[in-house]
DNA sequence: TTTCAACACTCAAACGTTTGCGGAAAATAG
DNA sequence: CTATTTTCCGCAAACGTTTGAGTGTTGAAA
């Protein structure tokens, strides 16, 4: 067991002084070749890496940056997970995951944490019960202290931060207008409260489509799942006191449970009711009828918000300030749970 | 923009030294009652935090693990995650996610980037290239190195360190046990290549079940996979060609392709032929009809690996080395794609 | 021989902490 | 009133780096 080496033991080692062993490393002029040589030969050797602890205080960055999400086991969140490492890493900075559970006050705490020196910036989503209670000084008093914050999916326009979102109100569009094309004229919309604003954007995208296409809104086929536990049985009951002929999701769980509910009912998918989802995930793929989804491009949504964060890390302090919202476009899906 | 209290900052406001600061504020016996109280409410006020990273420098130890996984898309892996997050949290561990994308290279250099310092110690799972190669200087070498290690899922003799594994083979037999029981005669397997340990494993359980039950063991009944995104078609074939009444499949994705391939030729499930999958995902739980399937509860070994290692850590030196290896037990989860 | 530049290297401070030790002032004892 | 203890605080080193400033030696020019 030999405790990792210093540049003071290959000083020791080789009888010159810390600073002679650094520049030489460093490939100084001040040092002259032959000794240069010699420490190089010696710390090849015997494998010298400096120790990124001491680096990152004396450079006053950490070279890691801190993404904090509400779940973990859940696919949108770990593609973006994927996005955000591949652009990291390309850029030599290390990821720190840490998991809020929708909790506000773990979020409180993951942020405190990871804010005292161990990463340069974060990317965030929030959890829900930030998001419901309206609190943000957490997030704003970190953004005080100059550290980049990136949003990402479930922002709030009170943060000022760069963000990174889908468009939500386009991709339901998409969807509910791909339905109309194909000849649907009662479509159902499976959503959640108004105050995840996912359901609200996606809520909105619908009725938009249907006033675009002179179609009149009819409030019992909209259905607003509250509690996520019970959606199963709520989309059972919406379903068969419901006569549609398309339904559209806006989750691949609310989806599935929609086509259970139909077929149950004695109707096939998508035969007699095309069904459309949002979320283009593992489920989407392999499910029997396959999803026709709105693809959010996590991945995509990921890679952006690691480049917005590095960008502001790395700008020089006197560029100034500015926020962007980047965008990342959806796109519809065709597979087997809509009529082709 | 308030650029971060530092105890020097402290101690200038306050006319003090540094390490009076310090001291106060960890309630020393040697500071007076009254200056350790005006320190503490002045810190208290500007909200001081204490720099992670100059502690990680003066204590040697970051309070930080990382975890190595070979792809995050994937629920087990996700599921581990948040079994050693909780931990980890409970513990006051910091928890930084590296991929190796199952590639060789990135995980010798992800090791080598957080070895330097960034963490107390790893948990891992192997890249297939890895397994493959059989080259594991760059594990040896961290272990030496005196940095604790724990493998899980993918793990391999030659490297000494404290391990969590499931019990493959235990498992499978549990499930092709249970097939038996049902009253099965001619079981189909959908298995791996044998350099993939799981598979390898899950297939002796197969085989060991058969044996003990008295059935022969019929070599065209078994499938090994051995391009993984061929394997669709591969199932089919199997299925088209064999006439089985029962698939054990070693995991979600194997499981759902062959009960498809079992409908489109137009069979039923579990009527006329039950299947059985590993790892219990979201899959599993989702599919119509839902999985039978083999219960990895990767939470469990996220947990447990999180523990072997933040135990290690925080031993006293004294205590003789010794390495564990706790074997998770697997459980059968009955659903709908066995008959009951 | 003196003067100065070039060279090769070391010193010391800094990043933000913690902590053993030493020291001055105040309190107590003799 | 001196001697000793106690109380309270500051100094400095340490963790492992980087880097500007400083120092000593050499060689060449004047």
Redesign the interface.
């Known amino acids: ?4 080496l210093t540049l003071k033991q290959i000083a020791r080692e080789l009888d010159v002084s810390i600073s002679t062993v650094s520049k030489a490393l460093r490939d100084s002029s001040e040092i002259g070749e032959d000794t240069r040589q010699k420490i190089k030969a010696f710390a090849k050797l015997y494998n010298y ?6 680096l ?2 004396k450079n006053r960055k ?1 070279k ?1 940056i801190g993404i904090i999400i509400p ?5 949108f969140f ?2 973006v ?2 996005g955000v ?1 591949q652009v990291a890493n390309e850029k030599g900075y ?6 809020s559970n929708n909790s506000f006050d773990k979020e409180v705490l993951n942020l ?7 990463t340069d910036g974060f990317i965030l989503s929030m959890a829900k019960e930030t998001m419901q209670k309206e609190d943000y000084h957490h997030l704003t008093e970190v953004i ?3 550290m980049p914050v990136v949003l990402f999916d479930r922002v709030v326009d009170q943060i000022h931060c760069d963000k990174v979102i889908i468009d939500d109100v386009i991709g339901a569009k998409k969807a509910v207008q791909y339905l109309v094309d194909k000849g649907a004229k009662k479509i159902g919309l499976v959503s959640t409260v108004d105050y995840v604003s996912v359901g609200k954007l996606r809520t909105r995208g619908y009725l938009e489509v249907l006033r675009d296409n002179n179609v009149e809104v009819d409030e019992d086929l909209i259905l607003k799942i509250e509690d996520m536990d019970n959606s199963e049985t709520e989309i059972k009951e919406f379903i068969d006191k419901n006569d549609v002929d398309a339904v559209f999701a806006v989750n691949e ?1 609310f989806a ?1 449970h929609a ?2 509910a139909i ?1 149950e009912k004695g109707l096939k998918v998508p035969e007699d009711v095309s069904v459309i989802g949002f979320t283009d ?3 989407s793929k ?3 009828p396959s999803l026709t989804t709105v693809s959010q491009h996590g991945e995509r949504m990921g890679a952006e918000a690691a480049r917005l964060l590095i960008d502001k890390l790395e700008r020089k302090p006197e560029e100034e300030e500015s926020y962007k919202t980047v965008i990342v476009e959806t796109s519809l899906v065709e597979r087997n749970s809509t009529k082709s």
Do not use: W
């Open positions: 067991m030999k405790p990792k890496r400096p120790n990124n602890i001491a990152s205080l950490t890691t779940e973990i086991v859940h696919y770990t593609t997970i994927s490492e290390n990821v720190i995951v840490c998991l405190e944490l990871l804010a005292n020196g161990s005080n202290q100059g769980h599935i086509i259970k077929q995930g593992e489920l392999r499910f029997i």
